[in-house]
């Protein structure tokens, strides 16, 4: 069955520290991977997506993101943390049907 | 494009009491998704639609909810008989079938409290 994990609940990060928030999957084949960020009593934002091509990915808001087959990851990054980047991120798996499994989201906590 | 449109964004009814969702896709998007979203929970698939066909949906979307797009626009989600287990947010999506790499887009969501 497809799934996603997201293995923290809640990353604390320094504001102008780099930032990781994990993402692994499970499915068979070649999936289309996603990040969604979701700010307080708001809807989901696309932040990316990996398709196929380039392992890195760059999207909205200097963030970044790596997919990595044998790892069967696909890590959320930025170089410089910003308070206002606080929120909830989604990682999410679209794979054969066209519906997306979402993980259980990570809360990211940005400290001046 | 304006986004996807959701209405109303709160909603607060009693036990037992219909409550009607309207969603409005990006113009032009031929899918339209509906997803639950309860506290401290990734969003879960409800149901989609192709045009006005309804192509899947989940087992969560018990008998006493339907979800309709009659005209492949504006979708509906009603719930008949609340339960206070229906406490959510409501999520509305679209994307186009193709072109623009499968990104599905989503709404500011409905929030229903059931008391």
């Known amino acids: 069955a497809q799934s996603v994990a997201q293995p923290e609940d809640q990353v604390n990060v320094a504001e102008g520290n780099p930032l990781t928030v994990k993402c692994t999957y499970s499915v068979s084949g070649n999936p289309y991977l996603f990040w969604y960020v979701q700010y307080p009593n708001r809807g989901l934002q696309f932040l990316l997506k990996?398709?196929?091509?380039?392992?890195l990915v760059k999207g909205s808001y200097g963030f970044e993101a790596e997919f990595n087959k044998s790892q069967t990851s696909f890590h959320l990054k930025k170089p410089s943390a910003l308070v206002s980047d606080s929120a909830l991120y989604f990682c999410?798996?679209?794979?054969?049907?066209?519906?997306?499994?979402f993980g259980t989201g990570t809360r990211l906590q940005v400290f001046p | 494009d304006t986004g996807v449109s959701q209405d109303p964004r709160h909603k607060i009814t009693k036990r037992g009491q219909n409550v009607t969702f309207r969603c409005d896709p990006i113009?032009?998007?031929?899918?339209l998704y509906w997803y639950r979203q309860t506290l401290g929970q990734g969003p879960e698939f409800l149901t989609y639609f192709q045009n006005e066909a309804q192509l899947e949906k989940s087992r969560l979307l018990s008998d006493r909810f339907s979800a309709e797009r009659p005209k492949g626009s504006f979708s509906t989600l009603e719930i008949q008989r609340t339960e206070q287990g229906d406490s959510a947010m409501y999520l509305c999506a679209s994307s186009l079938l193709a072109g623009d790499g499968n990104t599905i887009y989503f709404g500011e969501g409905s929030w229903l409290t059931v008391v």
């Open positions: 990996y398709i196929t091509g380039d392992n």
């Open positions: 113009s032009e998007h031929n899918r």
């Open positions: 999410a798996v679209r794979f054969n049907t066209d519906k997306l499994i």
